[in-house]
């Protein structure tokens, strides 16, 4: 159960940051996993559920140890 909860909390850690960051249009020499990483979570239900509902409420809990312009971004 608690590797459950920890499995949740990496994800939402990689929500949050994946979610802050827009990617360049591709060039060539770039790491190619990275944006396949960021598609997948943008096509993911999972990912999306987090990020509408988990992820909003977490930020602005914690929106006093995080900067203005990551709080901004999620709603």
Do not use: K
């Not at 159960?1 to 827009?22: A, K, N, P, Q, W």
């Not at 993911?44 to 312009?69: F, K, Y």
Request: aromatic fraction near 6%; hydrophobic fraction near 50%.
């Amino acid at each position: 159960m608690l590797g459950l909860l920890e499995g949740f909390i990496v994800l939402t850690i990689v929500v949050i940051i994946l979610g802050s960051y827009t990617l360049p249009d591709p060039f060539p020499g770039e790491i190619d996993q990275l944006r396949s990483v960021y598609q997948l979570m943008n096509q993911s239900h999972i990912a999306g559920a987090i990020q509408s509902t988990v992820v909003p409420p977490l930020v602005h809990v914690l929106a006093v140890l995080l900067p203005s312009d990551l709080v901004s971004i999620f709603p």
